[in-house]
């Protein structure tokens, strides 16, 4: 069995996708105290909560796989698009230290799918640079939630996954296969849902627009300060962590019983974590951060399943 080591673990998607696939996880590392309570609730490993700059890794027990999904806010539109200038760009450069410490037969990195576009690709050049001059052959993907995962989410992704190279061994690697989209929005919602604070009211500023716009079951919308756009794909949109500032940024439905916002339990599901994942009782508006901070846990199974196959080739 591979041993795994996750930094920026949050509530543990990847590290839950890489369990499913029969991997053994050692240690993860998070620093929001929130996350850490979400994880601790599902995961019974060292799970350690500290800045990701005061760990030392060659203190942490090797492991053969690393995972990261690092700070994307550099890389994302809806960033400042600074790159390497961000400091929270450099954190791919920290991730790097980690990687040249534990020396990992393989990894898995993950981030928003402009790192490939960012600074006309300069950005994702330096980065895979820098990871083949230190020995691993890389392997990259923009991949979509509702492609692979059979789960009506509009969530585009880019995955980097790197093996180290052994004695000149010709590494293969394949991402997962496309899959149909047979599942509706319908299959992630709670049906009985009655909690009075997800439902919006007559006197809220707004609820006229709403009650005009918001007219089918079978489709998200979302409000937008000023407009309710309506997603005709049938596919909720990609979860994001500012869900959790305001409630024009959680996506909304109609139910038998009124207009309601997405819960924050019905944000997991859309990110394929199973019913019986424990959320602990905080803040909506943290459960919601963790939801659109999270990745989706049955397409990061795939891709471990996948890993495991190339690493049993190279390594037997």
Same mark, same amino acid.
């Given at each position: 069995m #591979? ?15 890489? @369990?499913?696939?029969?991997v ?6 998070? #620093? ?6 979400t ?11 500290k ?6 890794? %060659?203190?942490?027990?090797r ?5 990261a ?9 809806a960033?400042y ?5 961000? +400091? ?14 534990q ?7 993950e981030?928003? @799918? ?11 050049? $330096?980065? %895979? ?6 020995? &691993? ?5 923009i ?11 509009n ?21 997962? +296969?496309?899959? %149909? ?9 709670? *049906?009985?849902?009655?909690?009075? *604070?997800?439902? #919006?009211?007559?006197e809220? &500023? ?14 998200? #919308? ?15 949109p ?5 869900? /959790?500032?305001? /409630?024009?940024? $959680?996506?909304?439905? *109609?139910?038998e019983? /009124?207009?309601r ?20 009782k ?5 459960? &919601? ?24 080739? $190279?390594?037997?």
């Amino acid at each position: 069995m #591979y041993t795994l080591g996750s930094l920026y673990a949050g509530v543990g998607g990847i590290c839950y996708g890489f @369990k499913k696939a029969g991997v053994e996880l050692v240690w993860a590392n998070e #620093y929001d105290r929130f996350a850490c309570q979400t994880y601790s609730l599902n995961f019974d490993h060292n799970l350690i909560q500290k800045d990701i700059w005061e760990l030392n890794p %060659k203190k942490l027990d090797r492991i053969d796989i690393l995972t990261a999904g690092f700070p994307c806010q550099p890389f994302s539109i809806a960033g400042y698009r600074k790159g390497f200038e961000d +400091e929270r760009g450099n954190h791919f450069f920290r991730v790097l230290e980690y990687i040249k410490t534990q020396r990992p037969k393989a990894f898995l990195l993950e981030n928003v @799918k402009n790192l490939l576009s960012h600074d006309r690709g300069n950005t994702f050049k $330096v980065i %895979k640079e820098s990871l083949q001059f230190h020995g &691993y052959e890389i392997f990259f993907q923009i991949m979509n939630t509702k492609d692979y995962c059979n789960i009506p989410q509009n969530r585009e992704r880019i995955f980097i996954v790197g093996f180290s190279k052994v004695n000149g061994c010709k590494i293969e690697f394949r991402f997962p +296969e496309k899959v %149909k989209l047979i599942k509706t929005i319908s299959d992630f919602i709670e *049906k009985k849902q009655t909690v009075e *604070k997800y439902f #919006y009211k007559p006197e809220w &500023y707004g609820y006229k627009d709403l009650t005009k716009e918001v007219v089918s079951f079978n489709t998200i #919308y979302q409000w937008r300060r000023h407009y309710v756009r309506v997603n005709k794909s049938n596919l909720c949109p990609t979860l994001t962590a500012n869900m /959790g500032t305001g /409630g024009h940024n $959680v996506p909304i439905i *109609k139910t038998e019983s /009124g207009i309601r916002k997405l819960t924050p339990r019905e944000c997991f599901l859309f990110q394929g974590f199973s019913k019986s994942f424990k959320l602990p009782k905080i803040s909506d508006s943290h459960l &919601y951060k963790q939801a659109g901070n999270s990745v989706t846990v049955p397409l990061i199974e795939k891709i471990a399943k996948e890993m495991i196959v190339t690493l049993s080739r $190279v390594y037997g």
